[in-house]
């Protein structure tokens, strides 16, 4: 591409490489002069080797491995080495991640008793669990040494490990349960459903079907590139935090209804419409603008997620254990209206993954509050995929520039003489 300054003349020439024009070269002909691109929606902000989203097909892979296959015939801890190494592990390597990943299960006394414990029995889940992930950097002080691969990978482990421990902490809390310690004999989400549900047997046996399932939805959440969330991620980590307080960020981003908390909103949206004939009135009340289809739409897809593809099949396996969510018939109802109106088709308005999750996550037993929680717990391999990434890049602190529209230079005026 050639790139023409019309006021000067000058010119610079830009090849287009995978797909991307390098920017510095438009800083070279026009310092001073930027590109104006609020929401970053044409701005590829990094090289990533780690997931490769095709929106317009609807193709999602980790490394290359398409999600279905993974979805199928995988588990999410090896989808987690995958994100974190490179490479699937072989069975030498999975053994020693899956013990140290187990191993590490356990949080500090202190992070439950004095830390968790001191919210508010309606604290939501979500805001707990940012703040009790940034807390675990004041108890790994040595964290912030983020330049030693090694000590990286410690953190690496302790985050992917002790994320249900914090997740089931903070469920038992707002429910007024005692706390169930890691059963390090158990895998990874089984332990976590331990954790969760355990009542007073002397050990919770899962439903295997359900921990599979479960199992299947963390792979399915486990990275997504770019998002809203790992931009979070990669911006902090960009100025070299550690990595509780820059998952934390990520955490954070992700409690936005607009983000990871669009499953818990999807629910709301089903109670509040509460029977199938008052779908195509809430249809209109949408195309009026009185509100969105939660669970629709997406900034990358635009034919389809193929998330939501495999959930809707998980979706079966889960009710025909717990029975049908009642909101099903009326999640499908929309679905069949939207897809077929034209004002969804024209905007390439598509269910994304959280239009079916949080349907699964209700008939599963958990709270609303606790859904986005449960989209935290696998999106940390992601995150910490992209941080590994981001400091082996050796990228420069984030910092944008603005377009500033605000008053030109004005004295200061004393107080009586302001109107
Ligand atoms: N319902 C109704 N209309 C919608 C919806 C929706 N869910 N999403 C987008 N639109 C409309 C917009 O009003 C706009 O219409 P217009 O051109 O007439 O103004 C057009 O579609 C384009 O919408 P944008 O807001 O520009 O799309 P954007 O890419 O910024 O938004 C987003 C993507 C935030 C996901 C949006 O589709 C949305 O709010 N969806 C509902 C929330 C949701 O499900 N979020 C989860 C996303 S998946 C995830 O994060 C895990």
């Not at 908390?261 to 249809?283: W, Y």
Request: include cysteine.
């Amino acid at each position: 591409m050639t790139i023409t300054d019309n006021r000067s003349g000058q010119s610079v020439q830009v090849p287009i490489v995978d797909g991307g024009v390098d920017a510095s070269e438009w800083r070279k002909l026009l310092p001073g002069v930027w590109f104006y691109d609020p929401a970053l929606m044409t701005t590829a902000s990094t090289p990533s080797a780690i997931t490769d989203l095709d929106g317009e097909n609807g193709i999602l892979r980790y490394r290359g491995y398409p999600i279905e296959q993974l979805a199928e015939h995988s588990t999410y801890l090896e989808v987690a080495y995958l994100l974190i190494h490179g490479e699937l592990p072989t069975a030498q390597q999975y053994e020693p991640w899956v013990h140290e990943i187990t191993y590490h299960t356990f949080i500090h006394e202190n992070v439950r008793k004095r830390f968790l414990e001191g919210f508010h029995h309606d604290a939501h889940p979500m805001g707990m669990l940012v703040s009790a992930i940034a807390a675990l950097s004041t108890f790994y002080p040595e964290a912030n040494n983020i330049s030693d691969p090694d000590n990286r990978y410690k953190q690496i482990v302790r985050l992917i490990a002790k994320m249900p421990t914090l997740a089931a902490a903070c469920h038992r809390n707002s429910v007024g349960m005692p706390f169930v310690y890691p059963d390090n004999s158990l895998n990874f989400t089984e332990n976590f459903l331990a954790m969760l549900w355990k009542v007073a047997e002397p050990r919770y046996a899962a439903n295997p079907t359900l921990a599979r399932a479960l199992d299947v939805l963390f792979i399915l959440h486990a990275d997504h590139e770019q998002n809203c969330g790992t931009t979070a991620m990669r911006t902090v980590g960009s100025a070299h935090a550690d990595p509780y307080v820059s998952t934390a960020s990520a955490a954070a981003a992700l409690y936005g209804p607009r983000h990871g908390g669009a499953n818990e909103a999807v629910i709301h949206m089903l109670t509040q419409i509460g029977s199938v004939d008052r779908v195509p009135q809430f249809i209109e009340d949408v195309k009026a603008g009185r509100g969105r289809l939660q669970g629709f739409g997406h900034r990358v897809y635009k034919s389809y997620d193929p998330r939501a593809a495999i959930i809707k099949k998980t979706a079966d396996d889960v009710f025909a254990i717990t029975g049908k969510n009642p909101l099903l018939d009326i999640a499908l109802a929309i679905e069949e209206v939207a897809l077929s109106d034209d004002y969804f088709i024209s905007r390439k308005l598509y269910p994304n993954v959280d239009f079916y999750s949080g349907l699964i996550y209700q008939a599963m037993g958990f709270p609303t509050e606790m859904f986005t929680v449960l989209f935290a717990i696998p999106r940390t391999a992601g995150w910490l995929a992209h941080w590994v990434e981001l400091l082996e890049q050796d990228q420069k602190i984030v910092r944008p520039r603005q377009i500033y529209t605000g008053v030109g230079a004005r004295d200061y005026v004393a107080m009586d003489g302001r109107t």
